[in-house]
């Protein structure tokens, strides 16, 4: 098994959460998804059963100024991993994005809903999804949403962070979705490629809220005091526009037998658990 992007947040738990023998893992230093050569040379030399793409560019904001790096990575960078599996009959897992969505949607979104980004993020990660699916048969598109976890910058820590040093906090109220502990997205993912059953998954914890009723959750959770204030998306003003309504059914996973993920809530207590045991609170 290869993993690419093995440096961000979820790569190292997807290394966690995969306890074979061999496992090829590629930071962004050690393999550019983006070099079609480098892909290449690396898959061929390791032949893997199965890759996983984890690599992305997650700078939502940054999208919007930078297009080309996007598509560079966000598009090309799966394909060049498909073409790869393809030629050698390996699997892929690709990992998308709740903001393929227009988010105008009242109930949470199937997989086979229409698309419709809002974002470069989102057009560049959903031409990332089609050039996987129309390039390697063997394709898992797992999309998730609202990423935290030990080893990476989130809303999470953040607000821990915060939570350290101000009394008050002003968060957005008007993005409903499902925060996901990328722990349980990993475990969720080698649970899935145990069967060759390849499709689109939408995969996140239980529960909904917004952003600023999970601050109040974080916070709870933490025993932290600090005042809340709810505000606008358009009172944040950001380069990118944002899904409201970023709810993703788990509907594929549900029908092929697999128990849903934990609630966020209990999520977040394991989350905050383990930060405060790395003697980082
Ligand atoms: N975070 C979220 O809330 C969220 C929500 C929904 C879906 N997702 C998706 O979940 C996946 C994992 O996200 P994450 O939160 O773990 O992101 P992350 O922490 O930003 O990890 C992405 C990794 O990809 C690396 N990378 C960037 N460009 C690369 C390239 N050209 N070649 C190889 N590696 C490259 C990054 O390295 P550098 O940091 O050194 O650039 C980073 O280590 C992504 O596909 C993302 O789109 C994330």
Redesign the pocket.
């Known amino acids: 098994m290869l993993i ?10 997807l290394m966690t959460a995969f306890s074979r023998d061999e496992v090829f893992e ?4 050690q ?5 079609i050569d480098a892909v290449q040379k690396v898959v061929h030399t390791d032949h893997p059963d199965l890759i996983i ?7 939502v904001d940054g999208c919007e100024s930078d297009f080309d790096l996007a598509y ?3 598009a090309l ?1 799966p394909r060049n991993l498909a073409v790869a599996a393809n030629q050698i009959g390996a699997a892929i897992v ?6 393929v969505f227009p988010g105008n949607a009242t109930s949470p979104y199937l997989e086979h809903d229409a698309t419709g980004p809002l974002s470069v ?1 989102g057009k560049s ?1 959903l031409a ?1 999804e089609q050039l996987i699916a129309s390039l390697c048969s063997r394709h898992y598109i797992v ?7 030990l ?5 999470v820590r953040t607000m821990l962070q915060i939570g350290q040093k101000e009394s008050t906090v002003r968060v957005v109220n008007d993005q409903l979705g499902s925060p ?1 502990y ?1 722990p349980d ?1 990993a475990a969720g993912i080698a649970q899935l490629v145990r069967k060759p059953a390849y499709g689109i998954y939408h995969l996140t914890n239980q529960g909904t809220c917004t952003w600023y009723e999970f601050a109040k959750a974080i916070f709870e959770e933490a025993n932290l005091s600090v005042h809340v204030e709810p505000i606008t998306t358009a009172d944040l003003n950001r380069p990118a526009h944002r899904p409201a309504y970023s709810v993703l059914d788990n509907f594929m996973w549900r029908l092929e037998g697999f128990a849903p993920l934990r609630h966020y809530r209990d999520a977040l207590k394991s989350y905050i658990q383990d930060y405060n045991l790395g003697g980082t609170i």
């Open positions: 690419a992007g093995a440096g961000g947040m979820l790569g190292q738990d590629y930071t962004k230093s393999l550019d998804i983006t070099a793409n984890a690599a992305a560019y997650t700078n560079r990575v966000n960078g690709h990992i998308s994005t709740d903001y993020y990660k990332g999309r998730t949403a609202w990423l935290y976890g080893h990476g910058k989130n809303f996901t990328t997205l």
